[in-house]
């Protein structure tokens, strides 16, 4: 399956922060992510939205490229929210359904565009797993409650 790349990415959290109302960055702010690989997290400071497509346009251009399918590419909404430093004043969960919504709508102009394989990647939804165990659950439930945010196929 091909995919456009993601040349266009300096960071798969910091892309879609960078692309999102809501979320600010310093300018030099960087947190070492592992080895020597550094990275700049999103601040959510506002309500999460889409002002415009953010992959669209890579995709479509990987697509006119090749007559074989191309893969669209997101990072999903718990990944985004653990590898962020989120606001204090609404719960995680909320936050990460306004990212899964806007994320939906990046979704639904990918299909529009012709590209019918999206991947949504949540490498972190772990890593946001409570301390206690007992509270695993509860946690799972809302980080997989993101996903119906995003759309299933055919729903508009």
């Known amino acids: 399956m091909l995919v456009h790349g993601e040349a266009s990415r300096n960071d798969m959290v910091e892309y879609f922060g960078e692309h999102l109302d809501g979320f600010v960055f310093t300018q030099n702010g960087w947190v070492q992510s592992y080895g020597s690989r550094c990275v700049k997290p999103p601040i959510v400071i506002g ?3 889409r002002p415009a497509p953010i992959t669209v346009e890579w995709a479509k251009y990987a697509q006119s490229l090749t007559d074989k399918p191309v893969k669209g590419m997101l990072t999903g909404p718990v ?3 653990c590898w962020s430093f989120p606001r204090e004043d609404v719960s995680r969960e909320t936050i990460a ?3 899964a919504l806007a994320l939906r709508d990046e979704v639904a102009d990918l299909e529009a565009a012709g590209i019918g394989i999206i991947q949504i990647d949540e490498p972190a939804l772990r890593e946001g797993l ?3 165990r007992s509270d695993w659950d509860a946690y799972l439930q809302w980080g997989r409650r993101g ?7 055919g729903e508009r």
Not at 147 to 153: F, G, S
Request: no cysteine; glycine share 0%.
């Open 79 to 81: 990944t985004i929210l």
């Open 97 to 99: 359904k306004q990212i």
């Open 130 to 132: 409570p301390l206690r």
């Open 147 to 153: 996903l119906p945010y995003q759309r299933r196929r």
């Open 47 to 49: 309500d999460v939205s």
